[in-house]
């Protein structure tokens, strides 16, 4: 079976500071691993996703994830938060054969 | 290249009434996937299409749920009766091959299911 955790409801940031926001997963097989963000009133877009090459995943609008097998955890970070990224992020796991399992989800509100 | 196109976009009914969705996916893409999520949750797998065929429905709560995807292109998601908690955004979404193969899933922007 797998499972998601996202380890904060919510996490806010003021502009220009670094976001962080916490995946860890769970799985019996090789995982793909996926961020996605939901805008209010839109639909899921794909940030980035981990499919067993490089461990340090980079997405759109400047985030990236390491994929860390010891800890099985997915981490997504910016360096410097935009208004524009307060959103829903949802962590996903998938596997072979395996259809995707969302987290949660992790509110992010920018503070100006 | 178009989305994943759903409609309506917002719905209103009373419980026990019936309703449709309906998602055109992206051309071309094979596998079909419907969503529930509901406010404050994370998206949960009702059904998985692989062109017309069902692939996985075991979360779907057939009773009152069903779905087609008759020519393996567009498909319709129909409640019948609505019961309160079905109060959700209901999200297609489509993928070139099926999940589990380090897939991408692209989603459409929902539709708003308020059960009065």
């Known amino acids: 079976a797998q499972s998601v955790t996202q380890l904060d409801s919510h996490v806010s940031v003021s502009e220009g500071t670094p976001v962080l926001l916490r995946c860890n997963y769970s799985?019996?097989?090789?995982?793909?691993l996926f961020w996605y963000v939901q805008h209010p009133n839109k639909g899921l877009q794909l940030l980035l996703k981990?499919?067993?090459?490089?461990?340090l995943v980079k997405g759109i609008n400047g985030f990236e994830a390491e994929f860390k097998k010891s800890e099985t955890s997915f981490h997504l970070t910016k360096p410097s938060a935009h208004m524009s990224d307060a959103a829903e992020y949802f962590c996903?796991?998938?596997?072979?054969?395996?259809?995707?399992?969302f987290g949660p989800g992790t509110r992010l509100s920018v503070l100006p | 290249e178009a989305g994943v196109a759903q409609s309506p976009r917002y719905k209103i009914i009373e419980k026990r009434q019936s309703v449709a969705f309906w998602c055109n996916p992206i051309?071309?893409?094979?596998?079909l996937y419907w969503y529930q999520q509901i406010l404050g949750q994370g998206p949960k797998l009702l059904i998985q299409?692989?062109?017309?065929?069902?692939?996985?429905d075991s979360q779907l709560p057939k009773d009152r749920f069903s779905a087609e995807r008759l020519k393996g292109v567009d498909s319709t998601l129909k409640i019948q009766p609505a019961k309160l908690e079905d109060s959700a955004v209901y999200l297609c979404?489509?993928?070139?091959?099926?999940?589990?193969?380090?897939?991408?899933?692209?989603f459409g922007p929902g539709t708003r299911l308020l059960v009065l």
């Open positions: 981990y499919t067993s090459a490089a461990t």
């Open positions: 799985s019996s097989y090789s995982p793909s």
């Open positions: 051309s071309g893409h094979a596998t």
């Open positions: 299409f692989q062109n017309n065929g069902v692939v996985d």
């Open positions: 996903v796991v998938s596997g072979y054969g395996q259809n995707f399992v």
């Open positions: 979404a489509s993928s070139l091959r099926p999940a589990g193969q380090q897939e991408t899933q692209y």
